[in-house]
């Protein structure tokens, strides 16, 4: 059974930057789409960013684009979110998820089959 751990939330101030890692255990996943979603209080779970298994492909919510960059090290078992220019309205937990089908553009929180249990990220202006 696959299992994610997300480390490297924080807190800082807007404009600020923070690194995300996702690290799986119990399953490899260099065959799996990985993603990062978010989940503001009173919000629904949104995606961010999906990347395909071979690191090849990327795919990015409107909201983020330009500012946050996903990538991962499939020797490390590992995802990442490098989150840059960081705004107040990205405070959030945030999840990493896998796939188990190889088609990746999709930020639907339904198509994604594992999850972590998040890290909290805090942007204060």
């Known amino acids: 059974q696959m299992q994610l751990v997300e480390s490297g939330g924080g807190s800082v101030q807007a404009g600020g930057s923070l690194r995300l890692s996702c690290t799986a255990s119990?399953?490899?996943?260099?065959?799996?789409?990985m993603a990062w979603f978010r989940q503001a209080p009173g919000k629904q779970r949104e995606g961010v960013a999906s990347?395909?298994?071979?690191?090849?492909?990327?795919y990015y919510a409107d909201s983020v684009k330009g500012r946050f960059t996903i990538s991962r090290d499939n020797a490390k078992n590992t995802l990442y979110l490098q989150m840059n220019s960081l705004k107040p309205e990205d405070t959030a937990m945030y999840y990493c998820?896998?796939?188990?089908?190889?088609?990746?553009?999709?930020?639907?929180?339904?198509?994604?089959?594992?999850w972590g249990q998040g890290t909290q990220v805090t942007v204060s202006s």
């Open positions: 990347i395909s298994a071979g690191g090849s492909s990327t």
């Open positions: 119990g399953y490899t996943i260099m065959s799996n789409c």
């Open positions: 998820a896998a796939r188990s089908r190889s088609y990746c553009y999709t930020l639907i929180k339904e198509d994604y089959n594992y």
